[in-house]
């Protein structure tokens, strides 16, 4: 299957070059993916599904268009091929689209990412359906319980891009999620729900079937007798597994296309103090089994770690070839690979006795960010901080304001960065936050 990827690769570039195409870039990938789910302990899916696909960008008489098929036999490339360079050719010119300059392939990591697990490539069906039967088990026993979903998702992809101008690469890697959501029948005819699905590259890598188990179970306790929680401004603190949507909502507009087209709220701000001395952020692609790990990006940038921001510093912002032109600046990426928030020295523990009165965010539900104005309105799940200490639970809460400003309040970090996510995060604590609730 490589040896049929890699001529059907070059294959394109050969026919793209003879239908007329100055420079072209050609990807082909392969991937798996496979779930196995279970439902109130029986099993309710099975899903194993792989896809072939090929995609080349054209850069015919100054005009550029992508095109993707997923039929790679010989007969059809040509007449696939041919065909796309017609329609490029259509198109109006755009003098900012030119095929990625061959001295940004230059210093490309020679490192194994371990980003392959064999043990996950060639996981038997009989042990995924054993894990799920496990969790089921897990979950089990309380008279509470009313639905219970447990589930198993793994893959398996491969990679590799070829350009009329000198590149070559190829990528693998696997991942693997399993978890559990739960209902439970709470007081009157209130539910509350709960769910742990953590992931990774490797096996190696993720808890075991009893500790996700556990976690699962731990969640949906912790939300019965949710309240709705009261209006205030104080404190907020939010743990490791919700810091990762604050952080998202926050670099989503850090881009130069974003600044290119005037949405974005960090424009003007590359050199400037924006945000708290407590935030400093990098994009690392070169992290050993990330989720987000990678020796190049789609434009064949060879990977490097990039940061963002240095102590409430702008440093960068996420700029491919096509809007790093547009705005005269420096190519760095496009696209986030692994982002890393610096972790503090505090505990979870520590966090929430500085704060002493508050909210405890767990989760979010719903709401949104304009990356324009900074402006958000999140709604949120969590606990009321009293004393120190994390309180009954709370809902039926937003919390709103401007990021730039909720950033500049942020306080302390946690040491407990988020290990399951390509966003690894620590809890973070706020001061100066504005809740609406009762």
């Known amino acids: 299957m490589q040896d049929k990827m890699r001529h059907a690769a070059e294959q394109s570039l050969g026919l793209a070059r003879k239908a007329g195409a100055q420079d072209a870039w050609v990807s082909v990938s392969r991937s798996r993916d496979v779930t196995h789910e279970y439902r109130d302990g029986k099993l309710e899916k099975v899903k194993d599904a792989t896809s072939l696909a090929l995609s080349i960008e054209l850069y015919v008489d100054g005009r550029y268009a992508s095109h993707s098929t997923t039929d790679l036999r010989e007969p059809s490339l040509a007449g696939f091929i041919a065909n796309a360079v017609s329609l490029t050719r259509a198109l109006q010119p755009d003098p900012y689209r030119r095929i990625t300059p061959p001295e940004l392939f230059k210093g490309r990591a020679d490192r194994d990412l371990q980003l392959l697990d064999p043990a996950i490539r060639d996981l038997a069906p009989a042990q995924r359906l054993a894990w799920c039967k496990e969790l089921d088990e897990g979950i089990r026993g309380d008279k509470r319980l009313i639905s219970a979903s447990c589930a ?16 070559h690469g190829e990528q693998t890697g696997t991942s693997i999620w399993m978890g559990a959501d739960l209902t439970f029948r709470d007081r009157g005819d209130r539910r509350a729900s709960g769910d742990f699905y953590p992931g990774a590259r490797r096996l190696s890598d993720m808890p075991t079937v009893q500790n996700i188990a556990r976690k699962a179970l731990e969640r949906v306790r912790q939300r019965l007798g949710v309240t709705k929680g009261p209006s205030q401004k104080g404190y907020m603190v ?34 400037k103090m924006m945000f708290s001395e407590q935030l400093t952020l990098v994009d690392d692609p070169l992290l050993l089994r990330g989720l987000g790990s990678r020796l190049y990006d789609s434009e064949g940038i060879a990977a490097r770690p990039l940061t963002l921001v240095d102590k409430g510093v702008v ?19 496009g696209s986030r690979s692994n982002l890393l928030m610096k972790p ?32 958000f309105s999140l709604g949120l799940r969590g606990h009321l901080i009293r004393n120190g200490k994390i309180a009954e639970p709370v809902g039926e809460m937003n ?21 399951y996510s390509s966003l690894r995060a620590p809890s973070m604590m706020f001061e100066g936050v504005s809740f609406s609730g009762a």
């Not at 198993?152 to 590149?167: E, H, I, K």
């Not at 440093?315 to 990426?333: E, S, V, W």
């Open 152 to 167: 198993v998702y793994d893959g398996s992809s491969r990679s590799l891009s070829v350009s009329s101008n000198g590149f």
């Open 238 to 271: 939010v743990d490791a597994r919700a810091a990762g949507r604050l952080i998202s909502s926050l670099v989503s507009p850090a881009s130069a296309q974003a600044l290119q087209q005037k949405r974005s709220f960090w424009m003007g701000q590359l050199g």
């Open 315 to 333: 440093q960068n912002i996420y700029a491919d070839t096509y809007y790093g032109r547009k705005l005269k600046m420096a190519p760095t990426t």
């Open 344 to 375: 503090g020295s505090s505990s979870l523990k520590d966090l929430l006795a500085a704060a002493g009165e508050g909210i405890y965010v767990t989760s979010w539900l719903g709401g949104n960010a304009d990356n324009t104005t900074g402006e």
């Open 399 to 419: 919390v709103t304001g401007s990021l730039k400003e909720l950033f500049g309040n942020l306080v302390a970090l946690g040491n407990d960065p988020w290990p």
